[in-house]
């Protein structure tokens, strides 16, 4: 297992916005505890485990000590109406930096699940806090499991099984910091979220809260909405049915 070095991530992150890193070898989740303590502009918080990790829609979200690489990062200074955007940025930032870690091309699943051919590395939440002060954006990448850590059926691989190699977990996670601090600064990077998507032009059927809607997903709106026919979908679960 790797450590998680703070000092390390530090010394990466020089001249971000990134600069109030706190390392915890486990805590509840780094989400949960992010988005009611709120903080400074830049402040992350990173776990090697979580008792308590948060997925989306209400899901759980369980870890392999020492082989997921978990953080929650809170950004201020961005209107609620562009709060999407930053779960889209986050999931250009980490297609980015895995591809610069390894030898492997990522595909991204609306709205941010990373994928190495067709199966999932990383899921991402984003939350707004009640006070719509700031963003917290929690990130959760498979690095370092074998493929006994992850049943077939659940659809998901890690960076050591698709690449053959892992890298470290606290490099990795500087460079998605890095990419990001880029990323939310600019508009530039809907038209990248397109490229990378593989959900544009899949047939699919998403689930939301009161339904569901069937068909082709044709782009991806400047805001983040998934269009799939006459609809404009802002939060739902995806299949990609074909
Ligand atoms: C999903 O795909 O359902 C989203 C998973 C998000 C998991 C990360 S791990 C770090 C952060 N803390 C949490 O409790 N959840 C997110």
Redesign the pocket.
């Given at each position: 297992m790797d450590d998680l070095s703070a000092p390390r991530l530090l010394k990466a992150l020089v001249g971000t916005r990134f600069q109030h890193i706190e390392v915890h070898p486990s805590i509840g989740?780094?989400?949960?505890t992010l988005v009611a303590e709120g903080g400074r502009d830049g402040r992350v918080i990173v776990a090697d485990h979580?008792t308590a990790?948060?997925?989306?829609a209400g899901?759980s979200?369980l870890d392999v000590p020492g082989a997921m690489l978990?953080?929650?990062l809170l950004l201020r200074g961005i209107p609620s109406d562009r709060a999407s955007r930053v779960a889209l940025a986050g999931g250009v930032a980490v297609a980015r930096a895995v591809e610069a870690h390894t030898n492997v091309q990522t595909g991204l699943k609306w709205p941010n699940?990373v994928r190495i051919g067709g199966r999932k590395i990383c899921?991402?939440?984003g939350e707004l806090a009640t006070s719509g002060d700031y963003v917290v954006l929690?990130?959760?990448v498979n690095v370092g499991h074998t493929p006994d850590d992850l049943p077939d059926e659940l659809g998901a691989t890690s960076i050591r099984i698709a690449s053959g190699t892992a890298p470290r977990r606290d490099d990795l996670c500087a460079s998605i910091l890095r990419e990001l601090d880029e990323l939310v600064g600019g508009d530039d990077f809907i038209d990248e979220y397109r490229k990378r998507c593989e959900t544009i032009g899949a047939e699919v059927r998403v689930e939301l809260a009161d339904g569901k809607v069937e068909g082709i997903a044709t782009d991806v709106r400047d805001d983040g909405a998934l269009l799939v026919g006459e609809w404009a979908i802002v939060a739902g679960d995806v299949v990609h049915v074909r």
């Open positions: 989740s780094t989400q949960t979580q990790g948060r997925g989306r899901r979200w978990m953080f929650s699940d899921g991402m939440i929690g990130i959760g």
